[in-house]
């Protein structure tokens, strides 16, 4: 996996990392999240990267050992539908969620402008991941970062991932505000790169634990 990762020194600037996704071929990425900071002592810390999903497939999966309603792996949702999957990070290990993919929308080239890609965007092609967080469980989840969400091709195939260290107006990657408790729900969003103008990002997957290579699982996917 291929990564590219800038800085910038002026005030106002923002910098990125271009996660490239890895092939399906069950290469997961299984460390574990780490809460994200406080807004006070969130300037100089390092970025969140999502590593991208093993392809979903519809063919039943083993379900993750946990309660009742959870999404087995391999699952695949229609676009507006819940998942609900454990979170088992750092201090919110017993966590649940419903994780929700409610838009994939279609950017411009444009939109990386000023991101200082240089020819590494050329004829690359932004789409917004929007998705849902809701707190279902017993865990206050303060901080928590919700991350391993990724776009998927046209063809199932793992688009290409592009994570931003600063405010990305059109696509912000919300972290859980303070005293974020049982019933409630934060908006967020990933970015993926569609490789052409002629391939377009049809779906979306979530990795992250159980449903990776490292637990023997496969991602969850909405299309």
Request: charged share 15%.
């Amino acid at each position: 996996m291929s990564t590219i990762s800038m800085r910038r020194t002026t005030f106002a600037a923002v910098g990125l990392a271009v996660v490239a996704s890895l092939a399906l071929t069950g290469c997961e990425n299984g460390d574990e999240e780490s809460p994200a900071q406080p807004a006070a002592s969130a300037p100089g810390s390092a970025p969140a990267t999502s590593g991208a999903p093993t392809g979903p497939s519809t063919g039943a999966g083993a379900a993750p050992a946990s309660a009742p309603g959870t999404a087995k792996s391999g699952q695949v949702f229609k676009i507006g539908e819940a998942a609900e999957i454990p979170y088992d990070y750092g201090d919110f290990k017993g966590s649940r969620i419903a994780l929700t993919v409610t838009a994939i929308e279609q950017g411009t080239p444009a939109d990386l402008e000023g991101l200082d890609l240089g020819d590494k965007a050329n004829g690359k092609v932004p789409y917004y991941i929007r998705y849902t967080v809701k707190n279902i469980g017993t865990t206050d989840m303060s901080y928590a970062s919700v991350g391993h969400v990724s776009g998927l091709l046209g063809d199932g195939t793992a688009a290409q991932s592009l994570a931003v260290i600063g405010r990305f107006e059109k696509c912000k990657g919300e972290s859980m505000p303070k005293g974020f408790a049982n019933g409630q729900t934060q908006s967020t969003c990933a970015i993926a790169l569609a490789p052409s103008a002629q391939t377009k990002v049809a779906g979306a997957a979530y990795g992250g634990n159980p449903y990776n290579a490292a637990n023997k699982g496969e991602a969850i996917a909405w299309k």
